[in-house]
């Protein structure tokens, strides 16, 4: 039987968060789950934890955490600890500022980058070895909490739909056939804006 994978979502919740530029990793296991007909759901002390069918017969797991952003490794580290998966095959999707909006990045290791959520989940788990999807959001000129915990702008939308749609498909790769596989198709993949406006802007190429 092919082996389990564990992907992390990371955001706050509650309906507060929900739109929220922060809550992007909740919203790519959202998209995971869309398009699953057999569903098990778990409540967690500090999560939700989702398992569908994976490659294989595996079973593929996806987690929540419900313990706001900055203790997410809490919630980690035991659903590691109880599902005994190894942090190789564990893939925690998350916003970045650093990344221009609609793209993405994957790795296998590396430091938080200043993420909160990441922080906790290397200092719960103390390795840094774990795989990451990181969703551009852009930096703003304003106050970084502000931005991160504020809504979508509507014409941020629709390239976020799309990024989401690209990050799900790429953590499925990625359990499915391996981080390498997820690399190189999604590395570097970036969501377009194809709005009529963006289009004519001058100084377009066509």
């Known amino acids: 039987m092919a082996e389990a994978w564990l992907i992390v979502g990371l955001g706050n919740p509650g309906p507060k968060y929900a739109g929220t530029r922060h809550n992007v990793g909740f919203l790519v296991i959202d998209r995971i789950l869309a398009d699953r007909a057999r569903v098990r759901t778990e409540a967690l002390a500090n ?38 998966i190894p ?39 103390e390795t840094s070895e774990f795989l990451r ?35 799900a498909q790429a953590a499925i790769l990625a359990a499915e056939h391996g981080i390498d596989a997820a690399m190189n198709s999604f590395n570097g993949w970036q969501a377009e804006d194809e709005s009529p406006a963006r289009k004519t802007e001058p100084g377009d190429k066509q």
Request: proline letters at 4%.
């Open 47 to 84: 999560g939700v934890c989702y398992t569908i069918a994976g490659p294989g017969g595996s079973e593929l797991h996806l987690l929540k955490p419900l313990t706001y952003m900055n203790a997410s490794g809490v919630a980690v580290r035991e659903t590691v600890e109880n599902l005994g």
């Open 133 to 167: 999807l990181r969703v551009g959001i852009g930096r703003p000129d304003c106050e970084t909490i502000d931005y991160v915990l504020a809504s979508w702008s509507s014409t941020e939308l629709p390239i976020m739909g799309k990024a989401v749609d690209a990050s």
């Open 87 to 125: 942090s190789d095959r564990v893939l925690v999707v998350y916003d970045c500022l650093d990344l221009p909006l609609g793209r993405l990045r994957l790795r296998r290791a590396g430091s938080s980058g200043g993420h909160r959520g990441v922080e906790s989940i290397i200092t719960e788990l």
